[in-house]
T-cell receptor, first 113, second 121 residues
Framework: SQKIEQNSEALNIQEGKTATLTCNYTNYSPAYLQWYRQDPGRGPVFLLLIRENEKEKRKERLKVTFDTTLKQSLFHITASQPADSATYLCALEELAGRRALTFGSGTRLQVQP | GAVVSQHPSRVICKSGTSVKIECRSLDFQATTMFWYRQFPKKSLMLMATSNEGSKATYEQGVEKDKFLINHASLTLSTLTVTSAHPEDSSFYIC?????????????????FGSGTRLTVV
């Protein structure tokens, strides 16, 4: 089974800077890698999905990379704002079987004004 | 599109009672829904996969008699925590896979309910 590691439990950055979050996984199987935002007491909200044959995906101030050789995804928020403060979850969806998501433990991002 | 409504958002119950949590897909049909639980500052752990018209598939270590799942229609899945105890206190979240995924429409991934905070006293 997959093991997902987000090696920063918390990240504090200054407003306007770029936040970079890391997600590493152990096993390999064809998968979609997804990033979610979770605010306290709420369910996760989908942000971006990247397929195994894609290197990079962008959406507004967000950018995700997927390196299947390193088994790693990087999630960037450029020009960060205090409203970006939340927990960000990395998740893998394997393309076989029940296709549920396996989540990392999350990185709590705090953007200081 | 692809909204999942979860109810109730918060419930407090006495030890030994049962609690039902509902998860509805509002504008799409979900043949499969997933139930997760989340402890404070921890990640989401998959409990079971709910399949419309058939038995749920439980993850290893999850008691099927404790956490009863019913998926009687294409838009409704329920999780009942039976004979709840304080250790069942947690944040329970359901999700469904966005039906538009893979059809060339923007990649919406999975849609999650807003979660249910269960406190057993």
């Amino acid at each position: 089974s997959q093991k997902i590691e987000q090696n920063s439990e918390a990240l504090n950055i200054q407003e306007g800077k770029t936040a970079t979050l890391t997600c590493n996984y152990t096993n390999y199987s064809p998968a979609y890698l997804q990033w979610y935002r979770q605010d306290p007491g709420r369910g996760p909200v989908f942000l971006l999905l990247i397929r195994e044959n894609e290197k990079e995906k962008r959406k507004e101030r967000l950018k995700v990379t997927f390196d299947t050789t390193l088994k790693q995804s990087l999630f960037h928020i450029t020009a960060s704002q205090p409203a970006d403060s939340a927990t960000y979850l990395c998740a893998l969806e394997e393309l076989a079987g029940r296709r549920a998501l396996t989540f990392g433990s999350g990185t709590r991002l705090q953007v200081q004004p | 599109g692809a909204v999942v409504s979860q109810h109730p958002s918060r419930v407090i119950c006495k030890s030994g009672t049962s609690v039902k949590i509902e998860c509805r897909s509002l504008d799409f049909q979900a043949t499969t829904m997933f139930w997760y639980r989340q402890f404070p500052k921890k990640s989401l752990m998959l409990m079971a996969t709910s399949n419309e018209g058939s038995k749920a598939t439980y993850e290893q270590g999850v008691e099927k008699d404790k956490f009863l799942i019913n998926h009687a229609s294409l838009t409704l899945s329920t999780l009942t925590v039976t004979s709840a105890h304080p250790e069942d206190s947690s944040f329970y979240i359901c999700s469904a896979r966005n039906p538009n995924l893979g059809r060339g429409i923007s990649n919406y991934g999975y849609t999650f309910g807003s979660g249910t905070r269960l406190t057993v006293v």
